[in-house]
């Protein structure tokens, strides 16, 4: 445990390479630690000047009174050897290595990475990289990212993988776009020393992440990856992106970090059985991650729908069975109820089309009659809307939706926002998922992430 | 021809139901037609006020001084069949029927819709609908919605179908989170006359449309389907989006429009044979018709990539078999070329990560060295950029690929923006897209686009 910490929550960290010119990578480590919060020791360390970004620099690591905690290296590949036994001499534990140009380059960078290693392994020096693009952690008010980040919101999510995007573009687009927050980030890199089995064995007993999300090319040792992935996986929803699926997929990867992939059946074979979520991209993580991260999972794989048109109805109907999920009849009161929205001569059925219904009784009364009625029936588990967002179907949605979890905390409610005006469709995702319901664009996408938590709450059942 | 034309450039309308109500069909049809900038004739019909939105009103169709081209009928269901009486002894020739509540409830609504067609049809009166959303044209300056819309830019798609979707949440997203216009749309309802084989036989003559994209539950004549998708596919990209993939969806579709869906392998095998393109979702009909409407047919299945990011290249070649489509070696010019923006010891592939040519040469160097050579590639005939929105990717994106589209306008190009900063996101979309270069949020998105423009470019060839 104490191991992984340091890269999230260090006491002191040093800067190898800070710099004061805008857009380069020693200049972007530190103004992300400094954007964050961070209240620990900072020490950037340039022989040329006297102070960047406002804080005293050191010459070196030498010349520090102290021995820092974390060391980032913010230096070309060839002088990371150097640096390397300079962390040894004075005893520095934890180092990031940002530098690409190692093993994902072929033989001669493979050759440079092992030198850089064999000094780090000898005196014990914990590595994450060398091409990684960094770290994030709310909860440390810290973050080391090589891409300018803003501070972003806590939240229980952590991701983690062979790759950059993480710490740097959906950081960012988390950040701006989604209204959920994270617990941590961090980017493996080429994963010379900290892989995903111990990132994972780290954030399984970490208190702040309750949802995990994995980026991987391909792990190592995949014996301890299934174990961990089990263990992990009983307690916190663990969503995982393998990429290699393909032949042409394979040989992309040995040419970005090396991996080998592993053949594709393995990795299907390794999900079913520890209960880990497979997904396909980073957009059905997200989806899933937000779900998981605003909702309780459901109690069984019934769903009701109240949709505002036949077609979210109908897509809605096509791709249940794909995710697992089933549209129960209503119960003869539930249909009752739902009808004091609709028309007399509407048929109630699952899912409910309630265009009449908003029609003539106007959004407020259709959707509320639907909705309430189908939180309230025994076999629907989680209760979702398919809104287009129209001027016809304005509405306090939000304030629905809070009356319908007041009334039945025990439920899963989401809600699809299927097409619409576009600052509309914004401030109602904002609304609403501020409210912690989550909001999905298409009702394949939205039962896609209901389907991964039924299966990952099933498991939980045994 | 002819028979069609009206329900989209009328010379003369009339509003049955007109309201000066804001929220009431009867009001939203009016005002759409204003706000489109329609110049032909428009006679509201009121029999309880004098002027409704500032036009002087009729109290019946029959006190009008000439018989209208076109009724848009927004009146409840039951007094539609009066209307339909009073329009054959006028000798109005074409009807839109909003009201719901006929073939789509059940056997009540059935023989309600079987009055007021079969009074239709002795009179040779063609309809739309009933259950109609209603109609957009924009070179008609014409939208007879329910749903509020606001003036569409022009463009060459036409979209059509068992749906309201398009007349009212597509319409919107298209023009508000879109930068492609639109050419014809309509909502077919229960399709009591006018189906899709006559909205295709229309459009694969229109002049205005190049693209089409179809949503259906199930064609009544599919041996006429069949040939129609044959003759227009020959000439023009169709997209056809077909529900009732499971038997729950089919169960769906039999309560929504009452249609029987048909099997489903009826439909895969439909578009093998046709060349027709299936789409999955309104997602990847937008999509597909936005590279469609935007951008040249690739020549061929060759793609070049040149990515910020390693996981871009992977999750690019994880994608590109599905969609057919292939990443040729670079010629050694071309390597030699690229590698101009890079570091001397990255290695050129093709999926090509320029991430440490960014970080040392800068983007427009690295993207503009990669971009340009893989354009000028014999064997590459369809272009790629993938970019993180974040600040380090900064730069002239657009005036880029304006350069790129001068020196070799046989290519097809697109851009991937993968995560990153909304408001940097949206305004990159926005100028990419209005240059006519379609962007998407995923490499699989692209490439899904690029492989359906693809796979129509190859039966063109034939």
Partial sequence: MKDLETFFKPRSVAVVGASRTPGKAGHTVLANILEFGFEGDIYPINPSVDEVQGIKTCP??????????????????????GLMEECARLGVERVIIPAAGFSDVGDEGRLLEQGVM????????????PNSIGTVSTSGAFATSIVTLDRMRQGSLSLFGQTGMFSSGIARWINTVEHFGVSKIACLGNKADIDENDL????????????????????????????L????????????????????????????????????????GLMEQTGAIRVADFEEMLDCAKALEMQPVPAGN??????????????????????????????PSTAEAVREGLPDWIPVTNPADIWAGIEQKGAEKAYGAGLRAAAEDPSIHSVVAIFTVIPESNMDVAGLFESLREARPDKTYAVVLMAGDAAMYSRWKETLES?????????????????????FASRQAF
């Fill in 60 to 81: 070196s690591l030498s010349a520090l009174a102290k021995v820092p905690e974390l060391v980032v290296a913010v230096l070309p590949r060839e002088q990371t050897k």
């Fill in 118 to 129: 064999e000094v780090a392994r000898e005196a014990g020096i914990r590595v994450m990289g």
């Fill in 200 to 227: 994972l064995d780290y954030l399984g007993d970490d208190p702040d992440t309750r949802v995990i999300g994995i980026y991987t090319e391909g792990v190592k040792d995949g014996a301890r990856f299934a174990s």
């Fill in 229 to 268: 992935l089990r263990r992990v996986s009983a307690a916190k929803p663990v969503l995982l992106l393998k990429s290699g699926q393909t032949a042409m997929g394979r040989r992309a990867i040995a040419s970005h970090t090396g991996a080998l992939a592993g053949s594709d059946g393995i990795y299907s």
């Fill in 302 to 331: 019934g769903v009701g729908i109240v949709s505002i048109t036949g077609v979210g109805c109908v897509l809605s109907a096509d791709a249940a069975g794909r995710f697992g999920l089933d549209f129960p009849s209503f119960a």
């Fill in 435 to 455: 409210a912690g319901f989550p909001t999905y664009p298409s009702p394949a996408r939205c039962l896609r992430a209901l389907g991964a938590m039924w299966r």
